[in-house]
């Protein structure tokens, strides 16, 4: 279900890269509503994008994957993404931050950024060291999800609520890609299970 014709490209073949749709469908995204600096670095940058009508809407921060490193991806590749949330009412706030292969990218800078774009305190850590969350924690299980298993159960034991999502056959694309069933099944997901009930 991508909404009101937030996205426009047709629907992914049996065949087709799902790497390809994704960055299609990036960069057939909405222009933001506004890109704003967080920092002194042209990389420092957040796309915003505000749903019709009237706030306050509720916030999803985006942060593109690309095994941190520069030559994998940025902002534009998940900003369909960013788009099929808008379309559901949120608010997205899409970050580009430095990554490895970036001047002050890596550790510490990379997470420094996403840090910074968030306006808030973060600690570098991994999140397991900071249970309870003492908010509802919404999981999508990929190819690789198998290794969220620890935190999942870490996370129940601390008396967090936690759901999961476990598209089948997902990939490292398809569960942000809104032309996939999978990245449909997501965006449903977080529009359906991210707000107080």
């Known amino acids: 279900m991508f909404i009101s014709g937030a996205f426009c490209v047709p629907g992914p073949a049996q065949t087709a890269d799902p790497e390809q749709i994704y960055t299609a469908a990036g960069a057939l995204a909405s222009k933001p509503t506004a890109t704003i600096s967080y920092g002194t670095s042209e990389l420092q940058v957040s796309d915003l ?4 009508g009237k706030g306050p809407f509720p916030v999803a921060v985006v942060v593109h994957g690309g095994c941190w490193m520069a030559s994998v ?7 369909a993404f960013a788009d099929a949330l808008t379309a559901r009412g ?3 706030w899409n970050i ?8 002050g990218g890596g550790f510490p800078g990379s997470f420094q ?11 570098i850590a991994t999140p397991q ?6 908010v509802r924690q919404l999981l ?27 598209p089948a056959g997902a990939n490292h694309f ?5 032309a996939f069933a999978n990245g449909r099944a997501m965006v449903d997901f977080i529009a359906d299970n991210a707000l107080p009930q």
């Open 49 to 52: 994008r505000l749903p019709a």
């Open 73 to 79: 991806d940025k902002r534009q590749g998940i900003a």
């Open 90 to 92: 949120f608010a997205t």
């Open 96 to 103: 580009e931050y430095r990554r490895v292969g970036d001047a």
């Open 113 to 123: 950024d996403v840090a910074a774009a968030r306006p808030a305190e973060y600690r």
């Open 129 to 134: 060291d900071h249970l309870p969350f003492g």
């Open 140 to 166: 999508v299980k990929g190819e690789l999800g198998d290794l969220m298993e620890p935190h999942v159960a870490a996370a129940k034991a601390s008396g967090d609520v936690v759901m999961t999502l476990a």
């Open 174 to 178: 398809d569960v942000v890609t809104a």
